[in-house]
């Protein structure tokens, strides 16, 4: 790499040096952060990228300095509402999240999961992800992934990518947002596990069977729909019932305390990974023979997991420190 020079008087300033001597006065993590910034270009455009995503929470709510030609493919990953706000102000596109912790390669998981869902990546697109400490005002890891390739990403979801049938992206936004925060936060100071079973309700309702009287029966469907934020509470309260909640594709809660009697019919087709429970294959059983996505909140480590078609799609850990601290 040449260094410029420009003509002051009698002498020669290398730019080069100039730029060494300012990166020397800043922190090691603001010197990460222009080093992801400065090198983004070149990693966009060697991997053909189709879009960015940036965590706006990351960045303390200031805009990234990106490139002309990036800004149109840049979505800011926002966990809170007044950052949505912020993006929403900005006219720059911008997918939220929950606002829980969440490990680095978590975060990146729920983003492109959520993007997927919502149709704004397709299949076999690449994704260049920048993401940090909260509130840091620094970034510190680049990942860069093809939506699709890795099994555990995604690639379970149906072949072009999308929810199943009549199920609003929305509806799965507002349950992973219960799931993560019943993972994170539990009950009460309690853990709480859980299972949410989305959309082919009807064929779903056939193949369990009630644990307890349905609380839903009776009510009108607008007063049982899960994208009312009034019954987030009722939601986290039911949580604590066994068996698993049945929603239709448009929110309305058809019942919990369900028990879903559905098992993997070719364990072999349709394999798991060893340690997970009895709530973990009833997901993926449930799912490999209807219609339907699953999600799930583990008990034990507050783990949210995903099931399409009989198979894990994603898995969202709460971070190490945190299960460290609880116990």
């Known amino acids: 790499r040449h260094s410029s020079y420009h003509r002051r008087g009698e002498g020669l300033i290398d730019n080069a040096a100039i730029m060494k001597a300012m990166q020397d006065d800043l922190s090691t993590s603001q010197r990460i952060t222009a080093a ?7 990693v966009v455009e060697s991997c053909r990228a189709t879009a960015v995503f940036v965590y706006a929470d990351a960045m303390a709510g200031e805009e990234l300095p990106l490139p002309p030609e990036l800004r149109e493919k840049i979505f800011y990953i926002s966990r809170t509402q007044s950052e949505q706000q912020e993006q929403q102000e900005r ?31 397709n299949r076999g697109d690449v994704i260049v ?17 093809e939506v699709g390739r890795d099994t555990e990403f995604f690639s379970a979801v149906g072949s072009e990518g999308r929810l199943p049938e009549g199920v609003l992206p929305q509806v799965i936004e507002r349950l992973i947002d219960i799931a993560a925060e019943l993972g994170s936060e539990g009950r009460e100071g309690k853990p709480v596990g859980a299972t949410f ?3 082919d309700a009807d064929r779903v309702v056939s193949l369990s069977r009630q644990l307890v009287i349905n609380p839903f029966k009776g009510y009108d469907e607008e007063e049982r729909n ?42 072999q087709e349709y394999s798991l990974p060893q340690g997970l429970g009895a709530r973990h294959h009833a997901a993926a059983g449930i799912t490999a023979v209807t219609d339907s996505i ?34």
């Open 91 to 121: 006219g720059t596109p911008f997918i939220r999240v929950p606002n829980v912790n969440m490990t680095r390669l978590g975060q990146v998981k729920m983003a492109v999961f959520l993007a997927l869902a919502k149709g704004l990546v």
């Open 226 to 267: 899960v994208l009312d934020p009034s019954l987030e509470e009722t939601v986290k309260e039911l949580s604590t019932i066994d068996g698993a909640f049945i929603i239709n594709g448009d929110g309305v809660m058809v019942t919990c305390g369900a028990y879903l009697k559905t098992s993997l019919q070719n364990e």
């Open 294 to 327: 699953a999600i799930t909140v583990s008990e034990s480590t507050g783990t949210v997991t995903v099931f399409r078609n009989g198979h894990i799609v994603t898995a969202i850990d709460k971070p190490r420190y945190q299960r460290r601290r609880e116990e």
């Open 36 to 42: 992801l910034i400065e090198n983004i270009r070149g």
């Open 197 to 199: 079973v989305i959309g």
């Open 129 to 145: 992800c920048l993401t940090g400490m909260s509130a840091s005002e620094n970034l510190d890891t680049l990942i860069v992934t």
